[in-house]
């Protein structure tokens, strides 16, 4: 059995991740120095740089975070769109017709959740 | 003993003259011809016991990788110090300046980190009046606030 998220979820996993993501939903196009500052000053959570580093590399795999080089500086922001899949895959329960699970991927077309009129 | 100099390693010595003074609003202290470069020194105007900030072009190949590496992931390379940071910070942006981090609120501190235009970040601070003390978790002994510790 294939598990398509086990990146999403792994990156979400860890506490201080989720704290690189709370810091980095307060603005985009931060840099590595200033997450670090956000982590120390706001969560007086002292990790090293290439740890914070490394963190940001598992959040990037599991698509939740961009990094852009802009000039000669390094920028980080939070894309959180892949955290609807989570939503979408386990829809509130007798509100529409749950999508079958099929483990050949998703349905061709995304199920229109309330259409009752 | 105390610090009379400190180094910033920049691109073009010509530029960053410019930089630090007509933007920055340092004034030159020293400006002497050695060799193919200059000892190009600028500090705060009208404070003679001001560290001087040594603008040094990147000789070394050390000097380069350095600079870069800190630039890379957005570590300033010193701390300048304000009295009204978002006074700076509006001043600064009009002129053109880009800053990769605007002022953010740490509590005891408000800090900012600008583009030097010279291969550099330098770092904003703003020290805080402290109106709580003990309100950022000191580990205090909490007893100094209380009226009746006399014996």
């Known amino acids: ?117 | 003993m105390r610090l009379q100099a400190a180094t910033i390693f920049v691109d073009d010595q010509a530029h960053a003259a410019d930089f630090y003074t007509r933007v920055l609003g340092f004034e030159v202290t020293a400006d002497v011809p050695l060799g193919e470069a200059r000892w190009l020194t600028v500090a705060e105007p009208g404070n003679p016991g001001a560290t001087n900030i040594s603008l040094e072009p990147k000789g070394h190949p050390a000097a380069v990788a350095y600079a870069a590496a800190l630039l890379e992931d957005g570590i300033p390379c010193c701390q300048l110090g304000v009295a009204d940071l978002a006074a700076e910070h509006e001043r600064l942006t009009a002129l053109g300046v880009v800053f990769t981090q605007p002022p953010t609120d740490f509590g005891p501190v408000t800090v900012a980190v600008l583009d030097d235009t010279c291969g550099n970040l330098l770092q904003l601070a703003q020290v805080n009046a402290q109106s709580e003390p003990g309100a950022d978790g000191e580990p205090d002994t909490s007893g100094d606030a209380s009226p009746d510790t006399q014996a």
């Not at chain 1, 294939?2 to 980095?24: C, S, Y």
């Not at chain 1, 590399?57 to 922001?77: I, M, N, P, S």
């Open chain 1, 1 to 117: 059995m294939v598990d398509d998220d086990a990146e999403l979820f792994r990156a979400l996993a860890d506490p201080t991740r989720r704290l690189i993501m709370d810091e980095l939903a307060q603005r985009p196009d931060q840099t590595l120095f200033e997450i670090c500052s956000r982590l120390v000053m706001n969560h007086a959570v002292s990790i090293s740089r290439q740890g914070v580093s490394q963190h940001l590399d598992v959040l990037e795999r599991a698509g939740l975070v961009r990094t852009e080089r802009r000039g000669r500086y390094k920028l980080h922001t939070l894309t959180p769109a892949p955290l609807e899949r989570i939503t979408t895959r386990w829809p509130p329960t007798g509100s529409a017709s749950p999508p079958p699970p099929s483990p050949a991927g998703p349905p061709p077309s995304p199920p229109s959740p309330q259409e009752h009129p």
